[in-house]
């Protein structure tokens, strides 16, 4: 927790991207390995906490990824079909979930390949 101001600072390339999918009216989910109150903190500290509708942690699913209940448990609260979800993952564990999901997955390689242009086609 001490760390994270230090590592999750703001990146104005992605508050950029997720103010504009939200006023493009997409629902926006950040379903995350990490635990809640950790997850909060990185999302509060980078400033892009309120851009999401959705925010699950790990620890509010009894199975973690690889396992999909946490992506299944978006589209539900969500009111929303799998396949009207995109997910972005870069891990192995979060990919093989979203993947069994159903979901359209886009992998990337880390943070750094996550931005505005990679939703060019749905735009």
Not at 6 to 24: A, V, W
Not at 46 to 74: C, R, T
Not at 98 to 117: N, P
Request: aromatic content about 8%.
């Amino acid at each position: 927790k001490e760390i994270i101001p230090k590592y999750c600072i703001p990146d104005y390339s992605k508050i950029i991207m997720l103010k504009h999918l939200k006023n493009r009216g997409f629902k926006l989910a950040c379903c995350s390995n990490s635990v809640k109150e950790t997850l909060h903190l990185m999302l509060k500290s980078a400033q892009i906490f309120d851009y999401f509708d959705l925010i699950i942690g790990n620890d509010e699913v009894k199975n973690s990824k690889p396992h999909p209940e946490i992506y299944i448990k978006s589209f539900e609260i969500l009111k929303i079909k799998p396949s009207e979800a995109i997910i972005v993952e870069d891990a192995p564990h979060g990919i093989a979930a979203a993947k069994a999901s159903g979901a359209v997955v886009y992998e990337v390689k880390g943070v750094q390949d996550v931005h505005l242009s990679l939703f060019k086609d749905i735009l």
